[in-house]
């Protein structure tokens, strides 16, 4: 028997494994094998079973086959899972998923060791055992899709997840009543809903009905783990049935919005519009495992798919991140979970799912991990996969990203709760993203009103006669003896029951809820008192400067730093340039209790080299971040460069805001025209959210603006966007042409955020950060405050002799009154309005009335006149003009924001600077318009 213990490699492996076999259970062993273990002492060396065999007589192509084979049916055993309920789309299957392919056949498998295969499965007899065990696995109604995962610790814990059926019954059972109870529930919603209001539009869950009951495992989960937040995003399908049995939305209130009555609140004058009801909100107050509250919530929700995701990550990342103390803010991702529910169409086909994707695992975004759930039902309106999507899955985007995906038929109740409570698990212990993939169908139309069978007439008459879930679950466990078909339908008719009586007792005008917009205390903005004393900035000023221990700057910061050490020493001595003015404000408030989140991209430096609110050492590269050392502040202060992505961190600092609006949270844009970009989370949600829903914002935009002979990008913010969208006291815009006003604009917006919160949206310099004219006096920072205008001094000593008004905003006025040709026109004054919106009339007509000999008021602007503010100030100017002419100074209407070349931008300003100074003042009034 000494010569078995010749073996090495594989073969050593073989005999060891089979000794151990014998060891445990000496019958498991022909009796020849028996025989001759009975007198064989093991090698010395061995003292664990062996995981590697290889059989004596068995060519080693076997071996390699069966290895292989299994392999396959790990990495594309999804490829011949059941996935589709409809089974309308056969599954792809892969040549890798047959023994023949590998050279085995099952007798061959059936002689090799189960240990091949390796991992939880090596109790088996055989190969073919374990082979067939790993079948029943991965190509069955789920399909696991984690080979893409590159973090070896994250698949082996996946792949034992799977195989050892760690969150399916019998290992994790399910109350298999209870879930059928459930499924009654939302098919009885449905059914009552298209009984009641036929052709009326409810985006039915039907075909995806498990979504609730994974969204139930996921949330008992997250409560079971103290968690206080899950913020749940998602689109119109299904989003009713959520509302009622997720969020718990009365039934009363969700019958009322059908019956769609006058509300108590209806309002002419638009203020509040409201919103279609399945884009309303909701949320759901509960206790959690500890008794912990924990609040599920659902934001509104735009009908731009998917525009919510970053929103729904923004307030997850809020929820999660505490400010109290100064320094960097603490995130714990154990404190919300945030659950995304994407369209099989959308998701692959809206860049904001990739952005937000993205943002998942940056330490100034990722909120520890999103469920993301894809609500697929095989079309998008009328549309098919075939059409939608180049990916193999409607969700092979987040492959990419590294998450997990698991795929799995939602006609299979239990796959889907294992999926749920796997996602769960995965989230937990990783803090990253998983992805379920939930296929099922859609029972009725786009809409109900909608007819599917004029685009999809077969896939229609497969489902019209294609049971409901929650009819296949009955039947399953009325086959498991679980229980009997009456008491399934006890169940059913007594949901229904509860929607009848909800529709009874309904009182549509009185039980129609509709959040209002709250009205702010008038003036608050005015009120806001926004001084620092000047000891105050001095010290806080002093505490910016400081360095930690061997802590060396660039040299070439070196000079600007000892100016700033300077500059608060003369009160009245222009030394406060736009960056430090800047900083000295959020510096201030931090120390009032005001946590402060600064993002854009490269804000950290700043695009123009202003800001360096991160400095790093020179020879080790360490990062000191002076706001966040500041020994002043009683608050966290972050700052983080974004990515290269406008729409959804645009999205994301919105939600960040709505969920924490004591915050402030400021976004930069590269230049402001990049702001483009984010027209989706612009139009849908920052100034519209609170005639739509009720919503607060205060989210600040900073967004470089001016013609600067650039060219026609790197120019515009494209004011005349905002300024369009203005109504209703929806945000603040303002264009401030000194570091003083940008000082008390963003103290302001600080004082405001509890009492008048509004987004703030500020146009701010290039060139003109450093420049002299717009720097400020200790003085003005520490007496002043935020003028909405600001009256020509010079002027108002001669007020007699002006003619000519010109009214301005931002760097144009720099340009004005450096001008040579100003000194020849003593009859000219140049009132700038800082604010734009809301338009301070009273202030306005005050600046303007203060020159009664005036007969002309004349607008000058550097944008084209079909952009930038004329279009949207000029009634308001006739408005306070005092009858006098109001006319234009501006470029040529074009299409383009600016010139392409520098020297032709050049000529036009000058051009444009002159004709303010030049012509003479109408002395009657003319048209309002007509061209200087
Ligand atoms: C950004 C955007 N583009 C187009 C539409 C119009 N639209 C509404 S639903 C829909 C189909 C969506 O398909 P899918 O994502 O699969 O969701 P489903 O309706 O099937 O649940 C389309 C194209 C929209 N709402 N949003
Ligand atoms: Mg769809």
């Known amino acids: 028997m000494s010569g078995w213990q010749e073996f090495t490699g594989l073969n050593r492996g073989y005999v060891l494994e089979l000794y151990e076999k014998y060891r445990r259970d000496p019958s498991s062993v022909d009796p020849e094998t028996r025989a001759l273990f009975d007198g064989w002492t093991p090698p010395q060396d061995v003292d664990t079973p062996p995981v590697t065999a290889a ?37 792809l299957g892969d040549p890798s998923l047959l023994a023949a392919t590998h050279g085995v056949t099952d007798d061959d498998l059936q002689r090799l060791p189960a240990s091949l295969v390796s991992g939880p499965l090596e109790n088996m007899n055989s190969a073919y055992d374990a082979i067939e065990a790993l079948r029943r696995t991965y190509c069955s109604t789920t399909g696991y899709d984690y080979a893409h995962v590159f973090v070896p610790e994250e698949r082996e814990w996946l792949r034992q997840a799977a195989e050892r059926g760690r969150f399916r019954a019998p290992a994790d059972p399910i109350d298999p009543v209870k879930l059928l109870d459930r499924l009654s529930q939302v098919e009885a919603f449905e059914r009552f809903l298209q009984r009641t209001f036929p052709g009326k539009t409810r985006f039915s869950i ?58 108590k609140n209806f309002r002419e004058d638009m203020t509040w519009t409201g919103d279609v009801k399945y884009h309303a909100g909701a949320h759901r107050a509960m206790k959690g495992g500890a ?25 997850a990342r809020a929820a999660g991140t505490q400010v109290d103390g100064s320094g960097a803010p603490r995130f714990d991702p154990a404190r919300s979970v945030p659950i995304l529910i994407h369209g099989d169409s959308a998701f692959p086909g809206q860049g904001v799912v990739a952005e937000t994707l993205n943002l998942s695992r940056l330490p100034g975004y990722s909120t520890g991990g999103t469920i993301h759930i894809i609500a697929n039902n095989q079309l998008g309106f009328t549309t098919g996969p075939e059409d939608v999507y180049s990916t193999s899955y409607a969700s092979g985007l987040a492959r990419g990203f590294k998450i997990p995906i698991v795929h799995v038929n939602a006609d299979d109740p239990e796959a889907c709760v294992e999926a749920a409570r796997l996602a769960m698990a995965y989230r937990d212990r990783f803090h990253r993203d998983f992805l379920i993939d939930l296929i099922g169908y859609r029972r009725y139309g786009h809409n109900e009103g909608d007819e599917p069978a ?48 909800a529709y009874e007792a309904l009182r549509p005008e009185q039980d129609l809820i509709e959040p209002e917009p709250e009205a702010p205390p008038p003036g608050a903005a005015a009120r806001a008192q926004t001084t620092v004393e000047i000891e105050r900035l001095r010290e806080l000023n002093r505490s910016l400067l400081a360095l930690p221990a061997s802590f060396t700057v660039h040299k070439k910061l070196e000079r600007g730093r000892d100016k700033r050490s300077r500059m608060l020493d003369e009160l009245d001595e222009r030394s406060v340039d736009w960056a430090a003015a800047e900083e000295l404000s959020l510096a201030s408030i931090l120390a009032d209790g005001t946590s402060i989140r600064f993002t854009g991209e490269d804000v950290e430096r700043g695009t123009f080299s202003q800001r360096h609110a991160v400095l790093h050492e020179v020879t080790t590269g360490r990062a000191h971040v002076p706001l966040q050392a500041l020994p002043q502040a009683r608050v966290a202060f972050e700052i983080h460069n974004s990515p290269l992505t406008e729409n959804a961190v645009l999205g994301f600092e919105y939600g960040y805001s709505v969920q924490e609006p004591a915050r402030l949270v400021i976004w930069e844009a590269q230049y402001g025209d990049f702001i483009n970009g984010a027209q989706v989370i612009i139009d849908e949600f920052l100034v519209s959210a609170r005639g739509k829903w009720g919503q607060r914002p205060s989210l600040v935009l900073l967004l470089p603006h001016a013609h600067e002979g650039q060219g026609p990008d790197h120019a515009s913010a494209r004011p005349e966007r905002f300024l369009q969208l203005a109504a209703d006291i929806n945000m603040r815009v303002a264009n401030c042409t000194t570091a003083a006003q940008y000082f008390h604009l963003l103290r302001r917006q600080a004082k405001l955020l509890l009492v008048d919160p509004l987004p703030l949206i500020v146009l701010t310099p290039k060139s003109l950060l450093r420049h002299p004219l717009v720097a400020s006096t200790p003085r003005e920072l520490a007496e002043g405050r935020f003028q909405m205008v600001i009256q020509d001094d010079d002027a108002q000593q001669r007020a007699a002799e002006i003619r000519r008004i010109v009214v301005c905003t931002g760097k144009v006025y720099v340009d004005l009154i450096a001008s040579e040709h100003r000194a020849g026109r ?19 007509r005050a600046a303007l009335e203060a020159y009664p000999t005036a007969s002309e008021i004349v607008w000058v602007q550097e944008e084209p006149e079909n952009m930038g503010a004329w279009e949207f100030i000029r009634p308001h100017l006739q408005e306070v003009s005092g009858g006098r002419v109001v006319r234009r100074i501006a470029r040529p209407r074009s299409a383009s924001p600016a010139e392409g070349s520098a020297a032709r931008h050049t000529h036009n300003q000058q051009s444009l600077i002159a004709q303010a100074f030049g012509g003479k003042p109408a002395t009657r009034p003319a048209p309002v318009g007509t061209r200087a």
């Open 826 to 844: 003593p009859d000219v004054a140049i009132v700038r309005l800082e604010q734009l919106y809301p338009v301070p009339m009273r202030d306005l």
């Open 55 to 91: 059989i004596v007589g068995v060519p080693l192509e076997n071996v390699v086959g069966a290895v292989n084979l299994a392999e396959s049916i790990r990495r594309y055993g999804h490829l011949a899972a059941q996935l589709d309920p409809l089974c309308l789309r056969q599954p």
């Open 206 to 263: 039907e075909g995806l009905d498990m979504m609730v009951p994974v969204l139930d495992e996921a949330i008992a989960e997250a409560a079971e783990a103290g968690t206080t937040q899950v913020p749940i995003g998602m689109a119109h399908r299904g989003r009713l049935n959520v509302m009622a049995h997720v969020l718990n939305k009365p039934y009363a209130q969700i019958l009322a919005e059908f019956k769609d009555p006058i509300s």
């Open 291 to 315: 008794q912990l509250d924990l609040v599920i919530s659902m934001p509104p929700n735009p009908s731009h798919l998917e525009a919510v995701d970053p929103v729904v990550e923004g307030m």
């Open 454 to 501: 004029f685009t999809q007439p077969l896939m229609y008459q497969t489902i019209a006669k294609h049971p409901t879930v929650r009819e296949i679950w009955a039947r399953t466990l009325v086959s498991r003896g679980v229980v009997t078909e009456d008491h399934a339908e006890r169940l059913y008719q007594s949901r229904a029951a509860e929607m009848q009586s």
